[in-house]
């Protein structure tokens, strides 16, 4: 087992493997297959994670109550899918159930790493473009935090993390044109924030007032 | 605008590109860690549940402190510690198997019987029914004797193997490094390791119970047993649980239910129930 220490024996030695190769060396009971798929999926699977939460904290959580579950229940993993796709679904679903269940715990989505780098980056005058471009991704990162999640995880799977519709639709176990009907409004709600935080004077009447899980009732397109 | 309305396709471009333009964060060294441990902790549970199905994986408790306490640096720490809880099972399992040759053990303070019974997943509650003499005559000892003493059921009273003669108090971290320091031929037939088992039962199972009934019953783990599937492909370790109804203890008062030993508050997995009385 290699868990924790370097692991580029581990590398080498799965090097040529795929993931449902790996898979099913894991289920088969090779001790080292499922810390290589972590390794390999690690930082994609975190940030799905952390902007399906919009807290680190709680991603973490979420990522590793997921890869606990998909540790466990590797046997049910059917190869009718690709690995990674079983796996967001499985991290997504574990995330979704901790805002779920931690529903009225406000959420803190910039990240500390962010902000320093935004202090450090607005000492440099000569950096003013980069400085804008970082505060729209900031602003970007925090207006999606605060969308209904199930709009949120749509638009991470689809416009962030670059899956398909249908691979979302797969991932999020619904029906594509839900898919799209979340994007597009989680969309329409990203532009509103981020129209107001460009030039503020002149939408005074733009409800930013974030719509609710509760208030999304009805907006799917089954 | 309002936020309802459809974006027109330019500004719903423009908002694609800047998602799709998104720094991808990296996992955090610490959460990257603390991952790892668990993982590990997991596969070394499946490698002793593989060679035993009785040993069960630390308590849900345990690994909330291990998630608290983890900091870089001590990964290497906890893969030792790791190393040494494996030790520690390995010793279980001489015990367990001594145990389940001599077919029961009774320990003082923690009301367990080990009777080797193998459930089959098929028709659970016409199995238990075939149990409920024995069961009630063992949950009837225990709840008639809140000082633990040792049981007398039939099948402790048969037993001419393995009577406890001490019983040490549930271990913590400095009784299981005494534990670990004695001789290793000598703790293969020591009852202690039986109680460590019980140990994390019984931690286990007031979490279990939250979700099963949230009224104050007061459990008895009566049995450590094992749940075989139909195939006799998968097994795995289970506890019969006698939980008291409207809170009156006697005899036809208890509802008998089977749970995973290793069964979590979230996902407890309640394999059968029967009222006693039915």
């Known amino acids: 087992m290699t868990y924790g220490l370097d692991n580029s024996g581990l590398e080498s030695r799965f090097e040529s493997i795929d993931d449902k190769a790996l898979m099913a060396a894991h289920v088969a009971g090779d001790p080292d297959a499922f810390a290589e798929i972590f390794r390999r999926h690690r930082d994609r699977l975190w940030a799905v994670a952390l902007r399906t939460t919009g807290d680190p904290e709680e991603a973490a959580d979420g990522l590793q109550d997921a890869l606990i579950s998909a540790y466990r229940k590797a046997d049910t993993y059917r190869a009718d899918a690709a690995v990674t796709t079983w796996m967001h679904r499985i991290v997504v679903n574990a995330c979704l159930d901790r805002l779920r269940r ?47 999640t199930d709009q949120r995880a749509a638009i991470v799977l689809v416009d962030v993390e670059g899956y398909s519709v249908n691979e979302a639709a797969q991932i999020l176990d619904c029906p594509p044109g839900t898919i799209k009907s979340r994007c597009a409004r989680g969309r329409a709600k990203l532009a509103v924030r981020l129209a107001e935080l460009r030039n503020p004077q002149s939408s005074p009447n733009v409800g930013l007032e974030v719509e609710t899980d509760a208030e999304q009732g009805g907006d799917d397109q089954k | 605008m309002n936020d309802n309305q459809d974006l027109n396709p330019e500004d719903e471009q423009e908002i694609r590109e800047l998602l799709a333009s998104l720094d991808a964060p990296t996992l955090p060294t610490v959460f990257s860690e603390r991952i790892e441990y668990a993982l590990a902790v997991e596969s070394e549970n499946r490698e002793h549940q593989r060679v035993h199905p009785l040993v069960s994986a630390p308590p849900p408790d345990e690994l909330q402190e291990r998630r608290r306490i983890m900091r870089p640096g001590r990964i290497l720490g906890g893969i030792a510690g790791i190393a040494a809880v494996g030790l520690f099972a390995v010793v279980g399992l001489q015990t367990i198997q001594t145990a389940n040759s001599d077919q029961e053990l009774v320990a003082k303070s923690f009301p367990v019987v080990l009777t080797g019974t193998t459930y089959q997943t098929a028709d659970l509650d016409s199995q238990i029914k075939k149990q409920l003499p024995q069961l009630k005559q063992l949950t009837s000892e225990y709840s008639s004797n809140s000082t633990n003493s040792p049981a007398s059921s039939d099948l402790a009273t048969q037993s001419t193997q393995s009577q406890p003669s001490s019983v040490q108090s549930p271990t913590d971290q400095a009784q299981e490094k005494q534990i670990l320091a004695k001789d290793l031929d000598a703790m293969a037939n020591d009852e202690i390791m039986m109680e460590t088992v019980a140990s994390n039962v019984r931690n286990r199972i007031p979490e279990c119970l939250d979700s099963i009934d949230p009224t104050d019953a007061n459990p008895i783990i009566v049995d450590l047993a094992k749940l075989e599937s139909e195939d006799h492909q998968d097994v795995e370790p289970i506890a019969v649980i006698a939980l008291p109804v409207d809170e009156t203890v006697g005899d036809e008062d208890f509802e008998f239910v089977l749970v995973d030993i290793n069964c979590t508050k979230e996902s407890a997995n309640i394999h059968a129930r029967l009222m006693i009385n039915e």
């Open chain 1, 102 to 148: 931690n529903a009225s715990r406000p959420t803190s989505p910039l990240p500390e790493s962010e902000a320093e780098a935004q202090r450090h980056t607005a000492t440099h005058k000569s950096a003013q473009d980069q400085l804008e471009h970082k505060e729209l991704k900031i602003e970007l990162d925090r207006a999606l935090a605060l969308l209904p």
